[in-house]
T-cell receptor, first 112, second 108 residues
Framework: AAGVIQSPRHLIKEKRETATLKCYPI?????VYWYQQGPGQDPQFLIS???????DKGSIPDRFSAQQFSDYHSELNMSSLELGDSALYFC???????????FGPGTRLTVT | DAKTTQPPSMDCAEGRAANLPCNHS???????VYWYRQIHSQGPQYIIH?????ETNEMASLIITEDRKSSTLILPHATLRDTAVYYC?????????WGLGTSLAVNP
């Protein structure tokens, strides 16, 4: 079965640079969620979109923005990167706004 | 918020049943209990969820007490690939709030 696709899988950036992470949900899933997981920490909810509109907002920094496009894929844009942004970023998708979410493999962002 | 409490770690012998407990004593009547797991550095994986009836799927069984204050996730025949951190979550407004989870080690 098709799963959530995230790209890139690994990304290395320098401080103050920008990064864009992409997420392609499971076909027919209309809701996308973004999570950040720092080293040795639990995942933290950042933001979600349902039918291309922002649905819920978590602990997403103001330097980050995200959107969901007409084909339901989503992009997380991160600017003025800081060392503390180094983390795994997971995208999840669901059919409708539900807590039964299916996660992608993650993007490992390293900020140097 | 319906917070959950889980033991930090558990061990299980391969082939045996793994029973992972979770306390959620402040759960409200219409709140579901969800279980996820995360194998090291992989994306979390949905396992099962329930409201008040026991549930079973191809991965696991979920037993919820009658008062709904606790539940147990059962992996009937644990394998080495079931070694992971298991999270019991009561979502808040559909948001998954991740606690510390239980680190399950399945030993040969």
């Amino acid at each position: 079965a098709a799963g959530v696709i995230q790209s890139p899988r690994h990304l290395i950036k320098e401080k103050r640079e920008t990064a864009t992470l992409k997420c392609y949900p499971i076909p027919r899933h209309d809701t996308v969620y973004w999570y950040q997981q720092g080293p040795g920490q639990d995942p933290q909810f950042l933001i979600s979109f349902y039918e291309k509109m922002q649905s819920d907002k978590g602990s997403i920094p103001d330097r980050f923005s995200a959107q969901q496009f007409s084909d339901y894929h989503s992009e997380l844009n991160m600017s003025s990167l800081e060392l503390g942004d180094s983390a795994l970023y997971f995208c999840a998708s669901s059919l409708g706004r539900t807590s039964e979410q299916y996660f992608g493999p993650g993007t490992r962002l390293t900020v140097t | 918020d319906a917070k959950t409490t889980q033991p930090p770690s558990m061990d299980c012998a391969e082939g045996r049943a793994a029973n992972l407990p979770c306390n959620h004593s402040t759960i409200s009547g219409n709140e579901y209990v969800y279980w996820y797991r995360q194998i090291h550095s992989q994306g979390p994986q949905y396992i099962i969820h329930g409201l008040k009836n026991n549930e079973t799927n191809e991965m696991a069984s979920l037993i919820i007490t009658e008062d709904r204050k606790s539940s147990t996730l059962i992996l009937p025949h644990a394998t080495l690939r079931d070694t992971a951190v298991y999270y019991c979550i009561v979502p808040k407004n559909r948001k998954l709030i991740w606690g510390l989870g239980t680190s399950l080690a399945v030993n040969p």
